[in-house]
């Protein structure tokens, strides 16, 4: 049944990394749909507003279109995570924990092994901080806040404008990393993650983790998230806008940050397959989504499956998440033969300028293999691929 709506239009957008769909329900209950390359800097900034502008252009015609609401899943951050693309940024640390982080909790991901390949660390530097305060709040080693202030001077004087801040015992007695981060603001560094707001719980490894992924992803999403309003604003006004969290949750893009947004695209398609599955009659679901960069899996058994303890792409991590599986193997997945094998990703042709078959010189993919083997049939592809991306 249609149901009209007097708020206005609304959009459900999801950006993964090759494609992104736009899902709109206009005034008068009408559904409509879209699917655009991510990445197509000829033709458009923004895949999602240009996705609106599009159908707002054929079915609203010169009438001002407005806008109640858009809510957005979107990739962005766990393919940065997958490719390491994010902000680099400067470690924090109580002195004599430099490389806790990196020993970690000596997980052997293959136990018979004999060479294990660590993941790539988040941060460029490490800044180990004079200070120390006990489990009961004792302070044992007072903040050498000139110490600190000089260094974290010279790691902004390099480059560097995020800082993940992670002390002993910081999640319960803050007071010293409340002053480390003071001191990193007043040296104007854009983003400050501080363990005892992102992840105040014990464990010092898994909470700094957490804490570097956040200083890691938050001003990757709020450059894009800018450059999103900006966009908008432009001709559409400044609509609400939201974002899926990996919890399964919308929150406000102002509130959106690194630390909750891994999973934000397939916390939607969960979300969206318990929704769909439900309404058919099913309780028992298994989710496969593949998208261009990632493929995520996950399992439904009657409630939303959450989890804390995490690790993605080899990062730990504590925070509420739908507990979905994902393995940097997509469509757009990069194929090569490298150390005497057959590899696929972690690298991916993105949309831009994506799979060979897509006709924009890409690389050879997952999806030109499929294409070939004719698994994928093209004539159902959306004509935005080619040159001109018009075929």
């Not at 962005?76 to 994010?86: C, D, K, M, S």
């Not at 909750?260 to 398609?269: F, K, M, Q, R, Y």
């Amino acid at each position: 049944m249609v149901v009209p709506d007097p708020r206005g239009w609304q959009f459900w957008i999801d950006r993964g990394g090759t494609f992104t769909d736009v899902i709109a329900r206009s005034p008068a209950g009408e559904l409509v749909t879209l699917k655009l390359l991510s990445e197509d800097a000829v033709h458009y900034r923004d895949a999602g507003v240009e996705g609106i502008r599009r159908i707002l252009g054929r079915h609203a015609g010169k009438t001002p279109a407005n806008i109640a609401s858009i809510r957005m899943g979107t990739t962005l951050a766990t393919n940065a995570l997958l490719e390491r693309r994010g902000e680099p940024a400067a470690l924090v640390i109580t002195q004599g924990f430099g490389d806790a982080l990196r020993i970690g909790y000596q997980n052997r991901p293959q136990l018979f092994a004999r060479h294990i390949v660590l993941p790539e660390l988040l941060y460029s530097q490490v800044i180990e901080a004079r200070e120390r305060i006990d489990a009961h709040g004792t302070v044992l080693v007072p903040l050498d806040e000139a110490d600190l202030r000089a260094r974290l001077r010279s790691v902004r004087a390099g480059g560097l404008r995020s800082v993940a801040i992670v002390f002993m015992h910081g999640y319960r007695h803050p007071a010293h990393e409340q002053r480390a981060a003071a001191i990193a603001h007043e040296l104007g560094f854009e983003q400050v993650s501080v363990s005892h707001e992102v992840a105040p719980l014990l464990r010092l490894v898994t909470r700094g983790d957490t804490t570097v992924v956040d200083g890691y992803l938050t001003p990757l999403l709020a450059r894009y998230i800018e450059e999103l309003r900006m966009e908008l604003a432009q001709d559409l006004g400044e609509p609400r806008l939201y974002f899926m969290q990996s919890n399964g949750g919308l929150t406000d893009a102002t509130a959106f940050r690194g630390m909750n947004s891994i999973l934000s695209g397939p916390a939607g398609g969960l979300v969206g397959m318990v929704k769909t599955g439900s309404a058919a009659g099913y309780r028992r679901l298994i989710g496969f989504d593949m998208g261009g960069t990632s493929t995520d899996v996950s399992l439904f058994d009657g409630e939303y499956p959450r989890r804390f303890d995490n690790t993605i792409a080899g990062v730990r991590l504590n925070v509420p998440m739908m507990n979905v599986h994902t393995v940097a193997a997509g469509g757009g997945s990069i194929l090569r033969f490298a150390a005497g094998r057959f590899q696929v990703g972690p690298q991916s042709a993105g949309a831009n300028p994506g799979p060979a078959a897509y006709r924009r010189g890409g690389p050879l993919t997952v999806t030109d293999i499929n294409v070939l083997l004719g698994r994928l049939q093209p004539a159902f592809f959306p004509a935005v691929l080619g040159p001109d991306a018009n075929q």
